[in-house]
């Protein structure tokens, strides 16, 4: 009896050690997904190009800024000025003032949410394509090899995971999913908070 006790579990012991044998893990690098794949080039543009609008804005600003602050040195055209002309220059200056002061802290913020929206997006693609890469390559799992120190290179599934991104992306492309502003949306909308006061 107990030496059937002992082969069960010296079975048990030998089959874990097979199931484990046979369970592989890929790895895959995030920041590759990102700037190599045709997903993270764009969302890459987006966000370029929320940044120059922003950027655009605050240097406008500045301009408009500078151009009032050099009739206040001008002495001649402000004596070609009522004093209703002139305090509305002076309102106007205050308020341009205020403005800026809040874009430029606005400004950081806008992006580094775009950027945390840009990052959950990326992390959403590349775990779909991951999932494809591992039921085709029989990976137990497929992790993010920034979290390892080491490994085999034959594990690296990162050129894989960017082919089956950019196989995806050409497919939502063709349906018309991804149009020029894709992932702007949220992004513009916090931009145009900031420009709504501009008419004056």
Known sequence: MRNRFLSVALFSLVAASAVASESTTGFVNFSSCVTDSKYGKKEQENMENLRKQMSSLIENTEKELREISA??????????????????LKVKHQALQEDLARYQQQFYQVL????????????????????????????????????????????DVTGSVISQMDQSFDEEAKMKKISD????????????????????
């Open 71 to 88: 009739k206040f040195e001008d002495t001649e055209y402000l004596d070609t000025l009522s004093p209703k002309a002139e305090e509305d």
């Open 112 to 155: 580094n949410h775009a950027n945390y929206q840009m990052v959950q997006k990326m992390s959403n693609v590349i775990a779909a394509a991951s999932e494809k890469i591992a039921e085709k390559s029989d990976f137990s799992c497929i992790v993010n090899r920034e979290a390892c120190f080491y490994i085999k290179p034959n594990l």
């Open 181 to 200: 502003n894709s992932g702007e949306a949220e992004q513009m909308q916090s931009l145009d908070e900031l420009t709504v006061d501009q008419a004056r």
